[in-house]
């Protein structure tokens, strides 16, 4: 089995258990290898008590999953996403502004490396599913076009 297959049985086997924290330990001749990872997951939840007429609701299913209507861009890989270049720099985008395929609509930083998520279609943003130096997933819905 290849590493990649071995990490992605390991994090299968600790999402259906619930497993959110791990210590490894490793010996070598030279030494003992420890590592401590804490996990996390965080769930998009849309903050909005009124939906005007260019913003949509976001409804959850019983298993806490949002519904999300029209094509959720979501991350390409887990990290933490900006709304902005820079802080205090205006967001990529909001609620309403029409983008187009290949504009950037937020950043993900992964390994202290700051990746562009480009729309990959033109629309209006519906909706924006994270908030900013939130921690994301890999397939987590980040923004929503239309």
Request: charged letters at 25%; proline letters at 4%; aromatic letters at 6%.
């Amino acid at each position: 089995m290849s590493f990649r297959a071995t990490v992605e049985s390991m994090s299968k086997i600790m999402d259906d258990m619930g497993i959110t924290e791990l210590d490894l330990e490793r010996q070598f001749l030279f030494g003992v290898y420890r590592k401590h990872i804490h996990l996390s997951k965080q769930q998009a939840v849309a903050v909005a008590s009124t939906t005007t007429a260019t913003e949509t609701k976001t409804v959850k299913t019983e298993s806490g999953t949002p519904v999300i209507n029209g094509h959720a861009l979501k991350s390409p890989m887990v990290g933490v996403v900006y709304l902005a270049p820079e802080p205090g720099a205006d967001a990529f985008v909001s609620v309403g502004k029409q983008v187009n395929a290949g504009d950037t609509v937020a950043l993900v930083e992964a390994m202290k490396t700051f990746n562009p998520i480009k729309s990959d279609r033109d629309g209006v943003v519906k909706e924006i599913l994270v908030s900013d130096g939130a921690a994301v997933e890999f397939d987590q819905p980040l923004v929503v076009i239309e």
